[in-house]
């Protein structure tokens, strides 16, 4: 017997590569016997599906539970460390829409592996790490690119904007107080806070002669 290691006589359970007598292929955590249940192996010794779950699988960093049997997520950052998620637990802190979308996730199984900031290739899903928490790629943006002083919208990573006046500006955006065209170039005139171009500004001062 794989358990007590004496002879058997009569009922043998074929488990795990050994033959055990019924009574003695028990789960070794919680002692059930596993004849008629699911069973797992590790290190050589018996669980039942709970327990073995429970010590040996994966726990969701979100609700602290196992993560059995279904597609999950590992997030290996830097800043963080190694977390793994349910598929569906792993959503943005901000707008707590899941990264993955539910019409999405049938039928798959195993381990998508993500390392720091970065995007699920074969979803096409984007996501940033920010002070410990995943965010959309829109909740990031809104939350934490600086916006335009003019039309408040954020201005993204590699935009064309002008940083003037104590503040940034879509290029767009910055104007001539009296024309309101856009600078062709960063030079401008400036009265009473506000930026003119060269003609307009030419014309006030002839204006004032």
């Not at 539970?65 to 998620?85: H, N, S, W």
Request: hydrophobic residues 30%; proline residues 6%.
């Amino acid at each position: 017997c794989g358990g007590c290691k004496g002879s058997i006589v009569g009922r043998i359970v074929s488990a795990m590569g050994s033959r055990w007598h019924p009574g003695c292929f028990r789960c070794t955590i919680c002692n059930e016997l596993l004849e008629h249940v699911s069973s797992y192996e590790h290190e050589g010794k018996p669980y039942c599906h709970l327990d073995y779950h429970e010590a040996f699988a994966p726990k969701c960093f979100h609700c602290k539970t196992a993560i059995v049997d279904e597609r999950f997520i590992t997030l290996d950052d830097p800043a963080l460390g190694k977390r793994t998620y349910h598929e569906q637990h792993f959503f943005c802190s901000e707008c707590g829409d899941p990264f993955l979308a539910p019409s999405g996730t049938t039928a798959r199984s195993g381990e998508l592996n993500v390392s720091g900031d970065g995007d699920f290739e074969d979803d096409n899903v984007c996501f940033t790490v920010y002070k410990g928490y995943p965010y959309c790629e829109a909740c990031h943006v809104r939350l934490r690119m600086p916006k335009c002083k003019s039309c408040k919208r954020s201005i993204r990573d590699g935009k064309r904007a002008v940083e003037a006046l104590g503040g940034k500006w879509c290029w767009e955006c910055f104007v001539c107080a009296s024309c309101e065209k856009p600078f062709e170039d960063p030079a401008f005139f400036l009265r009473d806070n506000k930026p003119f171009c060269e003609p307009c500004f030419s014309l006030m001062v002839r204006n004032e002669m």
